[in-house]
């Protein structure tokens, strides 16, 4: 802590004397800055209560045998065995935590239980293994602690293990959002029947391999997304999505209003899904990836363009489309050929009327392992084309460039 002189005190004071609602509000724009936030949080007494309630908001920790360094996050990170003294030292910080992801290295999530039960604010708990684990190995004293903390919580999602029990959710009266990343999921109420579930607004897919449609899993989700508002499916099998997806859009068909997809198998795979199916949707996100289809003579990188095309027919009318567009993860070049872009564009020309606002996201995977080499000549070209101008000047098409990084 240090001395204010009178002149910043004044002025000190003077900030201090405006209402708590515009303090907090300015606190806000740090949310992405924790260094700032965390020296807020010491310079003086008073900004204690605004910066520590964005500082710890959502953080992460790793069990005591994860590695810290290899955690790259905005967000505060911590060991498992250093947040829960923090907890012991400064109780009140339990209080400001209302997200955590839990970052699993091994089976024992060393440390992860002793802290659970004491957030007692919590809303969300994102739980993620840096192996495909499979749930039912994890330790007891986790799994227990996790159970007893998902009965109040709000949003949970489970990243890259198999056999989750989804009769965990049974008893959850105020789950709102599930998120899921598994090629099987396991163990649903044999009850189910008798069950009486909290209704979805939420329901991400990630990676999904499910059984077939008639399924356990089907059954369990069509008495809890009927009135769905937001659905993520992303699948690189382009089978599943024709097979599954469809039966999903029937489930919440009156009450979906956004929907976001991965579509890079359907360079591969013709994709048969008829969104005119869900009349209120009004905000879609479309995934791809680009394929190289190289030869020894010809580099080359070809994208599911017909299959986004025949998709978007079927559309009635979407408030927002955005596109995101990436390269492959293994490979280091993202080459964008104009030619292959024109029956998309002239698509977009032709049904402008059935888009108010399109965004095409260039987005370029890096990782440490190798930079990227991009296409300078990618967005230049892209503006030059007639179609985009038109576009751009109804003030209907965006486009912009991301890079998204792998660690």
């Known amino acids: 802590m ?3 002189s009178n002149n910043v005190s004044i002025k000190f004071q003077l900030f201090m004397s405006i209402p708590l609602e515009i303090i907090s509000h300015v606190f806000s724009f740090l949310q992405s800055d924790p260094t700032t936030l965390a020296i807020c949080s010491r310079a003086h007494h008073s900004f204690s209560p605004f910066a520590e309630c964005f500082l710890y908001a959502d953080v992460v920790v790793l069990d005591d045998k994860g590695n810290i360094r290899d955690k790259k996050d905005d967000r505060q990170i911590f060991l498992a065995s250093d947040l829960h003294k923090l907890l012991i030292d400064s109780p009140h910080i339990a209080n400001y935590i209302r997200k955590i992801e839990i970052c699993l290295s091994s089976y024992h999530a060393t440390g992860i239980a002793p802290i659970l039960p004491m957030l007692l ?3 969300g708990i994102f739980v993620t293994a ?10 007891a004293e986790f799994l227990n602690a ?4 998902l009965l109040s919580l709000k949003e949970v999602s489970i990243n890259y293990f198999d056999y989750f029990p989804l009769r965990a959710f049974d008893g959850c009266k105020t789950m709102k959002s599930i998120g899921l990343n598994g090629r099987s999921y396991a163990e649903i109420n044999g009850n189910d029947s008798q069950v009486i579930p909290q209704a979805l607004d939420s329901l991400s897919l990630y990676s999904w391999k499910p059984h077939s449609p008639d399924s356990m899993f089907m059954a369990w989700a069509k008495k809890r997304i009927h009135s769905l508002r937001f659905l993520l499916f992303h699948s690189s099998n382009g089978h599943v999505v024709n097979e599954v997806l469809p039966e999903l859009l029937k489930m919440c068909s009156n009450s979906l209003s956004s929907l976001e ?3 890079s198998d359907g360079f591969y795979i013709p994709i048969d899904v008829d969104l005119s199916s869900v009349p209120h949707l009004k905000v879609l996100t479309i995934r791809s990836n680009l394929h190289d289809r190289s030869t020894s003579q010809n580099r080359k990188y070809l994208c599911a363009f017909p299959a986004i095309i025949k998709l978007l027919e079927t559309t009635i009318c979407l408030d927002n ?3 995101k567009i990436s390269n492959a993860p293994w490979s280091r070049e993202l080459q964008f050929n104009l030619t292959d872009w024109s029956s998309l564009l002239t698509f977009f020309s032709r049904s402008s009327d059935k888009f108010r606002h399109i965004q095409l996201q260039l987005c370029h995977i890096t990782s440490e392992t190798g930079p990227l080499i991009p296409s300078v000549d990618t967005l230049p070209r892209l503006y030059n084309s007639e179609i985009v101008k038109e576009l751009m000047a109804k003030g209907i098409l965006d486009i912009c460039s991301e890079e998204w990084k792998l660690y």
């Open 130 to 139: 840096t192996f495909y684990a499979s749930w039912r190995e994890l330790s």
């Open 261 to 263: 997809l991965n579509l």
């Open 321 to 323: 489309l955005t596109l």
């Open 146 to 149: 996790f159970a007893n903390r």
């Open 121 to 123: 604010s919590l809303d």
């Open 2 to 4: 240090f001395k204010l």
